[in-house]
């Protein structure tokens, strides 16, 4: 059972739909009752991190989330925006993150982008582990998957990198830390690759 946070911010339903697809069975938390019994947990999210982090807070989930993730380490995986939320501080933003890796969010600079439209990162792009790692089984080599974002995810820890991409310079889109993941692409867009790669989170 896959319980994936509903929090107005992030498109549920594709992540059902993947998952349907594996005959895992999934459950929408909506409150922090819903998180009762949670085995694993998914954090979507889209849009701007103050946002996404004032829609959490006022779910009521914040305290019940932090209670699973850092006390009773529940695995958890943090998708885009809710990778981002992961860290301390972003620089999109004012308000402080879940602190559940010892990370900040920065912007990309955009003097080191050749691309002719900078920003935001949008469409397919390779993904690199840098240490083997369960979620990444089967999509060590050749993977691609689909990105849409502005700033990136900077761990304090060299050991908590777990795959890299690159845009005007490598970026962390993959980080870990004990039962915590995070990751910037979106798998629930990323056909095969994608579906892989939550089918291995369920199996973590």
Known sequence: MITIIDYGVGNIN???NVYKRVNISTKIARTAADLDGAKKIILPGVGHFDHAMSELIKSGMREKLDELVMVKKIPVIGICVGMQMMAHSSDEGILGGLGWIDASVKKFDE???KQVTRLP????NDVYPVISNPLFEGLEKDALFYFLHSYYFEC???GDVLAISEYGGEFACAAHH???YGI???PE???HYGETLLHNFAKL
């Open 14 to 16: 594709a992540f059902v």
């Open 111 to 113: 003097t080191k982008i």
């Open 121 to 124: 990162h949008m469409g397919w």
């Open 156 to 158: 304090n820890n060299s």
């Open 178 to 180: 004990e039962n915590v």
């Open 184 to 186: 910037q692409f979106h």
């Open 189 to 191: 867009k990323s056909h």
